[in-house]
T-cell receptor, first 111, second 113 residues
Framework: QKEVEQNSGPLSVPEGAIASLNCTYS??????FFWYRQYSGKSPELIMS????GDKEDGRFTAQLNKASQYVSLLIRDSQPSDSATYLC???????????FGAGTTVTVRA | DVKVTQSSRYLVKRTGEKVFLECVQD?????MFWYRQDPGLGLRLIYF???????EKGDIPEGYSVSREKKERFSLILESASTNQTSMYLC????????????FGQGTRLTVV
């Protein structure tokens, strides 16, 4: 079983719709969860971090965490063409030196 | 702003050459990482380091080695480059622990011919 699994995509959504990205992880010791966005040909950049169960909102982005289910998601509301990118999930524990990523979900927003 | 700088944006090397990829960070981060990224395979961890002279194998260390002689610098070494090592290589650094988000360099596109 992979440590971090994301919905495989690609995910195509019309402009203005909600894009929903899912991530499950195997390490119950994970405490922090990071979402990175990677544009084609560019490096990943952090867009959201969440540490507690529940929802965290930042602009059009909402991260949702359920540690009991070992599940974290990212919602992109009012999707824009500029949101077209690959989104990477990365959990991390308090004693983690290692940082592993999911394979990523590619989102395409259709104008 | 945190800055992670990789020494080259593009490299072309011949099969069998020894290749050095350099990475420098300016935020005094304990952790540094080397990943390779290939289409459809995501970011795969090659090696990471949690302190000077300390290193750990990641998920795909075969054919690679690393060096960390100074806290700010982490080098990836391809002892004898092969065509299957043609890839995008990404360096990252972070603070240690759960709140340690990763900051990435700009990437090195390595082509082995």
């Amino acid at each position: 079983q992979k440590e971090v699994e994301q919905n495989s995509g690609p995910l195509s959504v019309p402009e203005g719709a909600i894009a929903s990205l899912n991530c499950t992880y195997s390490d119950r010791g994970s405490q922090s969860f990071f979402w990175y966005r990677q544009y084609s040909g560019k490096s990943p950049e952090l867009i959201m971090s969440i540490y507690s169960n529940g929802d965290k909102e930042d602009g059009r982005f909402t991260a949702q965490l359920n540690k009991a289910s070992q599940y974290v998601s990212l919602l992109i509301r009012d999707s824009q063409p500029s949101d077209s990118a690959t989104y990477l999930c990365a959990p991390r524990g308090a004693n983690d030196y290692k940082l592993s990523f999911g394979a990523g979900t590619t989102v395409t927003v259709r104008a | 702003d945190v800055k992670v700088t990789q020494s080259s944006r593009y490299l072309v090397k011949r099969t069998g050459e020894k290749v050095f990829l350099e990475c420098v960070q300016d935020m005094d981060h304990e952790n540094m990482f080397w990943y390779r990224q290939d289409p459809g395979l995501g970011l795969r961890l090659i090696y990471f380091s949690y302190d000077v002279k300390m290193k750990e194998k990641g998920d795909i260390p075969e054919g690679y080695s690393v060096s960390r002689e100074k806290k700010e610098r982490f080098s990836l070494i391809l002892e004898s480059a092969s065509t299957n090592q043609t890839s995008m290589y990404l360096c990252a650094s972070s603070l240690y622990g759960a709140r340690g988000q990763a900051f990435f360099g700009q990437g090195t596109r390595l082509t082995v011919v």
